[in-house]
């Protein structure tokens, strides 16, 4: 299998190709950024390709689109005495173009630029199927849909894009795409990617539905299209996560959970302590988890806000405002009262200041009339202090009534706090395979990353998304190796993997007792 490489100028123009290099060495990755790294002679024609802001593209014998298209981003040459004593040697490398998504932040409001974001909101909301986002935010970002000065040369948009199955739900305020794509495209059937067509000096974005290979593409020593395997199993870390609380002394709440399976199957107990003093919780007399609560500035008792920074309840968040609406009345009946008592003062000077008898009573009658206001207002005070005692007495129940689901999210919160430690030191299943290419199963021309492949491993089979491979070139383009990286292997991954390598230890103990 050969592979040859094609250079790009920096007007996406092709300008030649390369088959004189020492070696070549790239990664691609599904919805992610591969690299490439490319060694040659130095100084000679096929060198002088290349230049700031060219790429290339990568091509396999048989295959029509290139495996992988980049941009350049290093330069590096070297001499020494043993190689190439007279030019020295070369290092061209750099990422694959889905680079173009990581070079990119999703704006709260991509129809504005940088600087003129202050006027939006603090984040921008998007719900819609999968294919669809990662479409229009690349397109916003950088394509035919971005402002003037952040469109990226030569990015068009297949218009042939997936609309994808499953919907994304989030929210985005300055996030960087490319890793916001890896997120919301994990365990997913999308998959995008940037490739360089070099007939219309396009650099072009293709979203696309993996493909089930699980049939046709598999991986065993049976067919002799696999190298070498590994698999590791290693014992927990953790098998009891305690969570301690905010009270203190007897009524400190600490709340454990255990790994049961995991210390049967190991044999062992291993403690792990959590302070969580963030979470208002501890023992009540009875000994269940309450809350622990302060006294606000208005004599309620503050049982904190939820999750959104909101009231625990529906009836809580309106006992509050209506209290709040006849604290505000109080304050504006009683400000009319202290009004209506000065008019009563000034009407009352007016009296003892009158010299005769028509301005006394002139001045009688505006007393009159400022005492009957004052007490027209002295009765509104009342009313509004009685409905302020009403209110603050539903208040205080709705307060009490939210108790126990504030109490059930803290306990949600130390039980989520619990299951991340026992998931960070649960036992780790570690399984490497490293398939090789035959004439009937070979990479880019019968598979591809995102493909959805099959390996036999101990009487085990195990399927998952072929997520990355690497490949090395030798000079005159003859491959040295091609390691494909299947699902989540070598990562230790237990919530993928220790079940699977499990299962595989136990059928080849049944196997050796049978033998």
């Not at 070099?198 to 493909?211: M, N, Q, S």
């Not at 400190?252 to 919780?281: G, H, S």
């Not at 010299?355 to 027209?376: F, H, P, Q, R, V």
């Not at 689901?405 to 030191?425: C, I």
């Amino acid at each position: 299998m050969g592979y040859r490489i094609e250079v790009r100028d920096r007007d996406l123009n092709r300008v030649g190709e390369v088959d004189e290099f020492i070696s070549l060495d790239f990664t691609v990755s599904w919805n992610a950024q591969g690299s490439w790294q490319l060694l040659m002679k130095n100084g000679t024609r096929q060198a002088n390709l290349f230049e700031k802001g060219g790429g290339v593209a990568i091509y396999q014998d048989g295959v029509e689109e290139p495996l992988l298209t980049g941009a350049i981003e290093s330069f590096q040459t070297y001499w020494t005495t043993v190689q190439h004593t007279e030019e020295g040697s070369m290092f061209i490398g750099g990422h694959c173009d889905n680079k173009l998504a990581y070079n990119r932040l999703a704006f709260p409001d991509p129809a504005k630029s940088a600087e003129k974001q202050f006027g939006s909101e603090d984040s921008r909301t998007i719900s819609a199927k999968d294919g669809n986002v990662i479409w229009d935010e690349l397109s916003k970002a950088l394509g035919p849909a971005a402002i003037a000065g952040r469109q990226e040369y030569g990015v068009v948009l297949d218009d042939t894009h997936v609309a994808g199955a499953d919907t994304i739900n989030d929210s985005l305020r300055f996030d960087n795409i490319g890793t916001k794509i890896e997120e919301w495209l994990n365990n997913r059937n999308v998959g995008y990617r940037f490739v360089w067509d070099a007939d219309l000096k396009k650099i072009v974005l293709k979203v696309y539905t993996t493909r089930d290979r699980t049939k046709q593409i598999r991986f065993s020593k049976e067919l002799g299209n696999l190298r070498e395997y590994i698999w590791t199993l290693s014992t927990p870390r953790t098998t009891r996560a305690i969570v301690a609380c905010q009270g203190t002394g007897s009524r400190r709440y600490i709340f454990q959970k255990i790994a049961t399976e995991a210390e049967r199957e190991w044999n062992i107990i291993i403690e792990a302590f959590t302070d969580r003093r963030d979470v208002p919780l501890q023992l009540s007399a009875n000994g269940v988890p309450e809350l622990v609560t302060t006294e606000s500035n208005d004599g309620f008792e503050d049982i904190g806000t939820n999750a959104d920074g909101g009231e625990w309840t529906t009836g809580l968040a309106t006992a509050r405002t209506n209290y709040t609406n006849a604290a505000t009345a109080v304050e504006t009946a009683q400000t009319a009262v202290e009004t209506a008592q000065k008019a009563v003062d000034d009407a009352q000077k007016a009296v003892d200041d009158a010299k005769t008898d028509a301005e006394k009573a002139a001045a009688n009658t505006k007393l009159t009339e400022a005492k009957a206001n004052l007490a027209t207002k002295n009765n509104a005070l009342t009313n509004a202090k009685s409905l302020q005692t009403q209110y603050a007495s539903q208040l205080k129940s709705a307060i009490t009534a939210a108790k126990p689901t504030a109490v059930a999210y803290w306990q949600s919160v130390v039980e989520d706090a619990a299951d991340s430690v026992l998931e960070e030191g649960a036992p780790s299943g570690n399984l490497q395979i490293y398939p090789i290419d035959t004439p009937q199963i070979q990479f880019g021309r019968d598979y591809f990353v995102g493909d959805v492949v099959t390996f036999m491993v101990d009487d085990t089979e195990y399927t998952d998304v072929l997520r990355e491979v690497t490949i090395t070139v030798s000079d005159g383009g003859k491959t040295t190796s091609v390691a494909p990286k299947i699902g989540d292997q070598g990562t230790g991954n237990p919530l993928n993997l220790y079940k699977t390598v499990f299962e595989m230890r136990e059928k080849l103990r049944k196997l050796e007792a049978r033998m």
